[in-house]
T-cell receptor, first 113, second 111 residues
């Protein structure tokens, strides 16, 4: 089956710790995205990547970092600089053809201990 | 700033009734999309309507777009309890690949 997977489903972070959220897609999509969703809110864009080895900051990139070494993978690291990381994190992908429909993974819920 | 804003924020209806959600946006767009999110899950794409289209149907869904008013509506007919979810409109944020999501309408369909 084609789709996007995210792991883990739940992640706990201790103070001062960096944690990495995984996102993998087998849809052969060029573009990938990371969003943050707070309770009862919409999605806010953290980072996006249009092509391998290239990525751009979204609206709330501070305290986060990403890499795009492979087309299929777009991991997100929540660094210790992110003071309020508790949220639901969603990864998405879309094709390069100009069709803007995004396909989402199931999400990772990050909690701070 | 948010491009799309949904109205109402929450909607509670009985099974079998129709549900209408509205979305307003601020700048010119090439298309507008509606997504659905079940609690604690990822978003699922429902329908995309282009700026040169006025209405689009998909099963029990009907989407309209009024570019002069910069607004769109999503109508779910004959609602079912399984339609309970949050519904988001999404528009381009400029720069091609940025999509901006509104805060969503939470729909609750009572059986």
């Amino acid at each position: 089956d084609g789709g996007i997977t995210q792991s883990p489903k739940y992640l706990f972070r201790k103070e001062g710790q960096n944690v990495t959220l995984s996102c993998e897609q087998n849809l052969n999509h060029d573009a990938m995205y990371w969003y943050r969703q707070d309770p009862g809110q919409g999605l806010r864009l953290i980072y996006y990547s249009q092509i391998v080895n290239d990525f751009q900051k979204g609206d709330i990139a501070e305290g986060y970092s990403v890499s795009r070494e492979k087309k299929e993978s777009f991991p997100l690291t929540v660094t210790s600089a992110q003071k309020n990381p508790t949220a639901f994190y969603l990864c998405a992908s879309s094709s390069w053809t100009g069709e803007e429909t995004q396909y989402f993974g199931p999400g990772t819920r990050l909690l701070v201990l | 700033s948010q491009q799309g804003e949904e109205d109402p924020q929450a909607l509670s209806i009985q099974e079998g009734e129709n549900a209408t959600m509205n979305c307003s946006y601020k700048t010119s767009i090439n298309n507008l999309q509606w997504y659905r999110q079940n609690s604690g899950r990822g978003l699922v794409h429902l329908i995309l309507i282009r700026s040169n289209e006025r209405e689009k149907h998909s099963g029990r869904l009907r989407v309209t777009l009024d570019t002069s008013k910069k607004s769109s509506s999503l109508l779910i007919t004959a609602s079912r309890a399984a339609d309970t979810a949050s519904y988001f409109c999404a528009t381009e944020g400029g720069g091609g690949f940025k999509t901006i999501f509104g805060a969503g309408t939470r729909l609750f369909v009572k059986a």
